[in-house]
């Protein structure tokens, strides 16, 4: 009933940008939450940043600064924009929305399939 597709991951140099989407499609009502995660081999994902229906935003320490959570209401779209990349940014990110259906009385999270952003000379 709901579909999150991400897109925008890739190779890049340290020091370089990339700017991730996801879009939601489907029986949607409203949307409230967003956020991305990223998840690196061998460790747990971890929650980069997120964002609010009212556009309060909260980032983790290490990418403050550098990464900026923003969101399109109109076309159900989530956009990270990710600055002065590091090595250490090296990941699968994936999106999630808090996302009410039509004709329902509660939100559920859903996930996009995760896209891989890759930082490397």
């Known amino acids: 009933q709901v579909q999150l597709v991400e897109s925008g991951g890739g190779l890049v140099q340290p020091g370089g940008s990339l700017r991730l989407s996801c879009a939601a499609s489907?029986?949607?009502?409203?949307?409230?939450?967003m956020g991305w995660y990223r998840q690196a081999p061998g460790k747990q994902r971890e929650l980069v940043a997120t964002i609010t229906n009212d556009g309060s935003t909260y980032y983790r320490d290490s990418v403050k600064g550098r990464f900026t959570i923003f969101r399109d209401n109109a076309n159900n779209t989530v956009y990270l924009q990710m600055n002065s990349l590091k090595p250490e940014d090296t990941a699968v990110y994936y999106c999630?929305?808090?996302?009410?259906?039509?004709?329902?009385?509660?939100?559920?999270?859903?996930w996009g399939q995760g896209t891989q952003v890759t930082v490397s000379s």
């Open positions: 999630t929305q808090t996302i009410q259906l039509r004709l329902r009385t509660r939100a559920d999270d859903y």
């Open positions: 489907g029986n949607i009502f409203s949307i409230y939450a």
